[in-house]
Structures are given as C-alpha cells and as structure tokens.
Nanobody, 124 residues
C-alpha cells in the first residue's frame, strides 16, 4: 500500500514536498507520476532503493528532486519554483521488479503498485 501526502494550493514560485510511505513490503524502485486534466499521465521522477539512483523527467529537471529514506520505506518529491503548468494530481508508484533494482523505469507500465494521488494546484 502506498500513501501519498503533501499536496495543496501553492502560489507560483513556491515550493512543496510530497511524501509517499509504502507499507506491506519493500520495492526495487519508487517514483512519481502526474496527470493534469485532459492530459496523459507523465513521468516525473523515480529512485531505486538499493543504490539511490534517481532519474527525473525532462519537463521537471532542475526544479524537482526525488529522495528516499529506506528506514521509513518512503520517498519524497521536492518541488521548487512551482509553475501553474505543474498543476496536476501527483501519484506515487512502486516497482517490485528486479529489473529496476539498480536503475528505475520511466514507464508507468513498469510500476505495479499505485497510491491514491495527491492534488497540487499552482496559482499564478
């Protein structure tokens, strides 16, 4: 089970930290995706549990950073310089495949567990 939190209403230029806590097991990697109204789900960032290798999506490089705390079985998404186009529901996902043990996947089909999503709204 994945529990995401930390979303909210923020002014443009502000910052947020999203959290995702996993329970019931550990995973090779965990990541974040987002989906804006009328748009397809988009990869944001992911990180492996074993070596902490992180990957960011092209649209968020330089502003988003993912981190993990293995002791808490949690990942975090730090978001800086928020823009109105960052408005979306942000989903936490976990991948149990051994294929992603040392390098996370950018493809949503690779993830077999999903959280409920947390809304991020950025006002201009």
């Amino acid at each position: 089970q994945l529990q995401a939190s930390g979303g909210g209403l923020v002014q443009a230029g502000g910052s947020l930290r999203l959290s995702c806590a996993a329970s019931g097991g550990t995973f090779s990697s965990m990541g974040w995706f987002r989906q804006a109204p009328g748009k397809e789900r988009e990869f944001v960032a992911a990180i492996t549990r074993s070596n902490g290798r992180a990957v960011n999506g092209d649209s968020v490089k330089g502003r988003f950073a993912i981190s993990r705390d293995n002791a808490k079985n949690s990942v975090y998404l730090h978001i800086d310089s928020l823009k109105p186009e960052d408005t979306a529901v942000y989903y936490c996902a976990a991948d149990s495949s051994v294929r992603t043990r040392y390098a996370p996947s950018l493809i949503d089909q690779s993830y077999d567990y999903w959280g409920q999503g947390t809304q991020v709204t950025v006002s201009s």
